[in-house]
């Protein structure tokens, strides 16, 4: 699933959402994909290979609310209990409808980076 400069890209992309989101919030791996048209799985997997602890993959979790991770889930799942999101015994999170946040790409992400960035019309200072 890695190498191509597409590849990349979406990792890049995901990372970039994923650090946006906020203590409390949460977002699915399927509404990433959606976002990125890519599947819910690539998602995942991209997310299961993260180690940088600057990125809260935590917040990110299964369209039931429940936590994936494998051998990670439990570590996981604390994480998402020190910031307050209510598991049910399970692991599931019961309020995701509340603390669900729709994943947006900013304009820098979104762009291809084979186009260069758009000059603004005004002189520069």
Do not use: C, K
């Amino acid at each position: 699933m890695a190498g191509s400069a597409n590849d990349a890209r979406i990792r890049a992309q995901v990372l970039d959402i994923v650090r946006r989101l906020q203590v409390g919030r949460l977002t699915t791996h399927q509404a990433i994909g959606d976002e990125l048209d890519v599947p819910a799985r690539y998602v995942a997997y991209i997310l299961s290979r993260e180690d940088d602890p600057a990125v809260p993959v935590h917040r990110v979790v299964r369209e039931d609310g429940s936590v994936g991770g494998g051998r990670r889930a439990a570590a996981l799942r604390g994480a998402l209990q020190v910031e307050g999101v209510p598991l049910d015994d399970r692991g599931r999170v019961t309020d995701l409808a509340t603390r669900f946040e729709r994943p947006v790409l900013d304009a820098e992400s979104r762009a291809d980076p084979a186009t260069p960035p758009e000059r603004s019309p005004l002189p520069e200072r």
